[in-house]
């Protein structure tokens, strides 16, 4: 066993970009969505990763061989239905949506297949990142049960960014850090507002259900972990000009996972995790950054304990 981290990016999207650079028009392609993002990070801070994803259809080729040309190893199975993609437009600077699809249903047999390798290459990683898929409908819920189950019980450690359904699932198996952002724990009912004291309890309640630790972030404000070992912390970030606040968090989720796998203290994965976050936002790169950047950025990220609250 390495320091490599599996990412399980179930429903990978091909992203679409329309943007205006001066005089010219420019088409960009890429492989995106949650577990991609996260990966491109992971690897960036110069930690192996290893992506396991199902691809189907002309869209699905086409994901295969970009994802090929990222710095990460893909495990890829084929799937009988299409794989999801977006068309957005950039050319005003804001990000105006074309047209989208998030792919249709797995069927069992793609569930099947898609589980058998991701628990092979999460068995052989130290660090297991779980990510969900553009939409509820496309993966059944019930394989990141079995995915994180199957992974704890075997000594690997298990990092997810989940809601909703996929939330609770990932719980109820057992997850060694919860990463979850204040909207979703709004949205999902887990909260009743959004004050320190509510998100508290609700990550305590997570805790209680399955996480062993939790760490919520809250946009602007400093986000709040419930540490093993460590109590209730805020976390602190240094402040930067926004270019685009979307990725923030996917960054900060393979900031802790990459620094988990090289055998890494939970503290200095959550500063990690920050530091990387604070700096996808200057970026308009989804899951983007340099290393040295963010070695830069986590001596300035603070970990202020709570009061027992």
């Not at 690897?43 to 295969?64: F, I, K, N, Q, R």
């Not at 999460?122 to 297991?128: D, E, F, N, T």
Request: with cysteine; proline share 4%.
């Amino acid at each position: 066993m390495d320091d490599r981290v599996m990412v399980f990016a179930p429903a990978p999207l091909l992203t679409v970009t329309i943007e205006q650079q001066a005089d010219a028009v420019e088409l960009h392609l890429h492989p995106g969505g949650q577990g991609v993002w996260q990966a491109r990070m992971i690897a960036s801070l110069g930690v192996p990763v290893t992506l396991c994803v199902a691809l189907g259809g002309e869209v699905g080729d086409a994901l295969h061989k970009l994802l090929t040309e990222e710095d990460v190893t893909v495990r890829s199975v084929f799937r009988q239905s299409g794989s999801g993609w977006y068309v957005h437009d950039r050319r005003d600077g804001s990000r105006a949506e074309i047209a989208e699809f998030a792919g249709a249903p797995m069927v069992r047999h793609d569930i099947d297949e898609l589980y058998t390798v991701a628990l092979t290459e999460g068995l052989r990683a130290p660090v297991s990142v779980l990510s969900g898929p553009a939409d509820p409908s496309v993966v059944d819920p019930d394989i990141y049960r079995r995915l994180a189950a199957d992974l704890s019980a075997n000594d690997a450690v298990v990092v997810a960014d989940l809601s909703g359904a996929y939330l609770k699932a990932v719980v109820e198996g057992g997850v060694a850090l919860l990463k979850v952002s204040h909207e979703e724990l709004l949205d999902d009912g887990l909260a009743e507002d959004d004050s320190v004291e509510s998100l508290l309890a609700a990550g305590r309640r997570l805790q209680e259900q399955g996480a062993t630790s939790v760490l919520i972030s809250r946009a602007g404000e400093p986000g709040l972990g419930l540490l093993d070992g460590h109590g209730a912390v805020e976390v602190h970030v240094p402040r930067l000009e926004l270019a685009d606040h979307r990725g923030a968090g996917d960054s900060m989720t393979a900031g802790v996972a990459a620094v988990l796998a090289r055998g890494g203290e939970l503290d200095e994965a959550v500063r990690t995790g920050a530091a990387a976050g604070a700096l996808n936002v200057t970026r308009h790169g989804l899951g983007t950054g340099r290393a040295e950047a963010v070695r830069e950025l986590v001596g300035r990220v603070r970990l202020v304990p709570l009061d027992d609250r």
